[in-house]
């Protein structure tokens, strides 16, 4: 898949954040790329890649949140808990796989930056 092609200052920051110039040093989940930024809680580098992310994630959490909720409310015991967790399995490695090729962060960067930050998502 082609990708957008996003004009991102390119100018180094010589800590995650400095109290110099303001600016904080991030990678986009989107693009896996660096970008500078003045807003301390920025976490995409663009309107366009933060729309995207959300926008897979909210498509991807439609599929995935009935199946874990099947599995979690039969409290992973019997055949359809056991069908939605391969299922979950099954999905969750292709979308890893999807997200790989397309250079994007790993989901386990994302989330243990969150953390990082006091973010839940
Ligand atoms: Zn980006």
Redesign the pocket.
């Known amino acids: 898949m082609p990708r957008e092609v996003?004009d991102?200052d390119p100018t180094p920051c010589p800590a995650p954040y400095s109290r110099y110039t303001g600016q904080a040093k991030r990678i986009?989940?989107?693009?896996n790329?660096p970008?500078a930024t003045q807003n301390r809680k920025r976490l995409?580098?663009?309107d366009a890649?933060k729309l995207a992310f959300h926008n897979r994630c909210a498509a991807r959490g439609k599929v995935l949140i009935p199946l874990a909720m099947a599995w979690r409310t039969k409290r992973g015991g019997g055949g359809t808990a056991k069908k939605a967790l391969a299922e979950m399995c099954r999905l969750l490695d292709r979308y890893a796989a999807e997200d790989r090729e397309a250079g994007r962060m790993r989901a386990v960067d994302y989330v243990e930056r969150g953390f990082g930050q006091g973010h839940r998502n």
Not at 28 to 31: A, G, K, L, R, S
Request: proline letters at 8%.
């Open positions: 996003i991102i986009c989940p989107e693009c790329q970008f995409f580098c663009s890649h």
